[in-house]
């Protein structure tokens, strides 16, 4: 096929040369139009010195022009008009000799010479000949898009018609990716809900971009109110909408609601929680028990009273919930039905050998959820490598037979199973040998006895020592409690005082306290400016139950946007750890009369899936719930 003089096909045609080249075209169709061209128009047997017989839109009949010779026969590239080569919306990519791409925006190209070509045809007369040709070309033409789909050819031509104007393509629908689907349009979850959290915190702070000073200076009347609903465990419902919660007198009544706790013993110049390794809040206080044997004795039994209380109304299932906090440890007793279990249910922690043993003393039946927990995730480990150690031991049993000393090598290999050779056992045959088995110290059956035992001591102090206590075991621990000499300081600063009973509702001998609630608005920087936080600081023995009533709370109030930062006391951290006999949710056991808010008892019924760890970081965006432990 014949080219043009000076023409690369590589070359990206400007919008002047188009619209000069579509001129001539349409000039070329007025001569068409006259008798001698529609004549000749049926003649494709013509000299191809004349380059005016270029076709311009679509190949057909040759047309043949007498103005100047030499023309050549064009033929129109059949893919032009197809979809992976042209389209409105897509751009063309000319590749020079360089190997660089040059992106054509054919769509922009196009609509600018059809507004040029418009214009030059608004001075020129219009006459049925141009007309029944645009008509026969267009037949033409889609009998060639038919012919192109069918036969799927896919050689390119160098042709000038490439770079001319089409007709509109057949709009397709256009199928979207995952990946071009906006990130906005897919609706992140939802949760509702954060998972339980049984330990007990020190402080909550909470922040939120709209103010918190709601929450501080009640009135006496709201106070009040307060103070009576929860005695009378009435829970009012709250407005859909809180508009303005300062004035929402019901808001503020709830608020002051969910603060409330009883403790025993209170004392007004002590702060009794916490109490592991709280010396230095008793240093300096007025201790008169401390010498006073029969205070002592009067203290402990109103103690007993109290606790003897507290576990009737757990078992009635008229108290959900209750912790004993110690010097040395702290127990959570919880009625049937929570934390996923079917059964009433303790916790404590830290614990050492000589509780553990004291208990076994008693005929308490207790387990080790995380040691057990971490021994079964080790059983298809040490079974392989149990199975190695029995053909070894195969081994060294045929090696002794075969020498004689059968009794001498499994002397020898229990001491290495139990972690000490045979010297501990009081074999110091190799010492006489010598002549100073009277200068060398034997060690003691003591030692000996605490050097097998090693694994249990390491234990003490630490969270996997926690011990979990079911069923009417409780109830043998609560007596092992009020006998044990060592639940109370023998000397130090808290000396003679018995341990503190926190619970959510009422019980004999208690004393009603509240959290203290403090609001302050502050500045913070967010990028370049400064932006109001207000921030609500809430501290003292948070329980599990007023911790779900104040974020319940604050939900409306701040309209679904808050966060808050937890602070736990850290031997309750391992209060969420999962007891060996959980049967589900606890479902079965209605607990409608224990003082709780229904949202708050479905809550603490789920089993935690906490583990040994706790909330750190509550976070609420949008009315749904993220979390940190």
């Avoid at 404590?348 to 003393?361: D, W, Y």
Wanted: proline share 6%; hydrophobic share 30%.
């Amino acid at each position: 096929m014949s080219q043009q003089a000076g023409y690369s096909p590589s070359f990206k045609r400007p919008a002047e040369i188009m619209r000069m080249r579509r001129k001539r075209a349409r000039s070329d169709a007025g001569v068409f139009s006259s008798p001698s061209a529609q004549g000749s128009a049926d003649s494709p047997g013509q000299s191809e010195s004349s380059p005016a017989c270029v076709r311009p839109f679509s190949p057909g009949p040759l047309f043949n022009t007498q103005n100047r010779s030499g023309g050549g026969t064009k033929r129109r590239n059949p893919f032009a008009n197809l979809e992976n080569i042209y389209s409105p919306k897509k751009k063309l990519l000319i590749y020079n000799d360089d190997g660089n791409a040059e992106a054509a925006d054919n769509y922009k190209i196009n609509k600018r010479t059809e507004k040029e070509g418009d214009e030059d045809m608004s001075t020129k007369t219009e006459c049925q000949g141009v007309l029944r040709l645009s008509a026969r070309l267009t037949e033409v033409e889609n009998q060639e898009r038919q012919d192109i789909s069918s036969k799927k050819c896919l050689t390119f031509s160098e042709d000038d018609s490439l770079f001319e104007e089409e007709g509109e393509d057949v709009k397709s629908p256009l199928l979207k990716s995952p990946q071009a689907i906006a990130p906005a349009s897919i609706a992140p979850p939802v949760c509702t809900e954060y998972p339980a959290d049984w330990s007990l915190k020190t402080r909550l702070l909470f922040t939120s971009s709209l103010s918190l000073l709601w929450a501080e200076h009640p009135k006496a009347q709201e106070e009040a109110l307060g103070l009576n609903q929860h005695c009378r465990a009435h829970f009012g419902t709250l407005p859909h909408s809180l508009q303005d919660p300062k004035s929402c007198s019901e808001l503020r009544c709830a608020f002051q609601q969910s603060l409330v706790y009883w403790q025993h013993p209170s004392l007004p110049w002590i702060s009794l929680f916490p109490r592991i390794n709280a010396e230095r809040s008793f240093t300096g206080k007025s201790t008169p028990w401390a010498q006073d044997a029969a205070l002592q004795q009067s203290l402990m039994s109103e103690w007993s009273v109290s606790l003897s209380s507290l576990y009737s109304l757990l078992k009635a299932k008229l108290c959900p919930y209750f912790y004993l906090c110690s010097y040395q440890f702290t127990v959570l007793f919880r009625a049937a039905g929570l934390g996923g279990s079917n059964n009433i249910s303790a916790l404590i922690s830290p614990t050492t050998r000589g509780l553990r043993e004291a208990m076994k003393a008693e005929g308490i039946e207790f387990s080790l959820p995380l040691v057990e927990e971490r021994r079964k995730s080790r059983e298809p480990q040490n079974l392989t490598v149990h199975q190695g150690e029995e053909e070894e031991q195969k081994e060294k049993v045929q090696e002794c037979s075969e020498l004689n000393e059968g009794e001498d090598c499994q002397a020898g290999d229990e001491g290495e199973n139990n972690g000490f050779n045979d010297d501990d056992d009081g074999s110091f045959s190799w010492l006489k040998e010598m002549g100073v088995q009277d200068k060398i110290k034997k060690p003691d059956s003591i030692s000996i006895q605490l050097r097998k035992e090693g694994h249990a001591v390491a234990l003490d102090h630490k969270p996997e020592s926690v011990v979990c206590v079911e069923g009417s075991h409780t109830f043998t621990l609560i007596n092992f409690l009020i006998n044990c000499k060592s639940l109370v300081a023998a000397a130090g600063s808290q000396a003679g005082l018995p341990p503190t009973l926190l619970a959510p509702v009422a019980f004999r001998g208690a004393a009603v306290h509240t959290l203290k609630a403090r609001s302050v608005n502050v500045k913070s920087q967010v990028g370049s400016s400064y932006q109001n936080i207000s921030s609500l600081e809430i501290t003292g023995p948070i329980l599990p139950s007023s911790l779900h009533t104040i974020t319940t709370l604050l939900r409306p109030a701040q309209k679904g946007n808050f966060s808050a930062t937890l602070y736990t006391h850290t031997p309750t951290g391992v209060m969420n750890t999962h007891t060996t006999k959980e049967q589900g949710a606890g479902g079965s056991v209605d607990l409608s009369g224990c003082g709780l808010h229904p949202a708050s008892i479905q809550q603490l019924k789920q089993p935690s899936s906490l583990g040994k760890t706790a909330l750190t970081y509550i976070n609420m965006n949008n009315y749904s719930y993220t979390w940190k432990n």
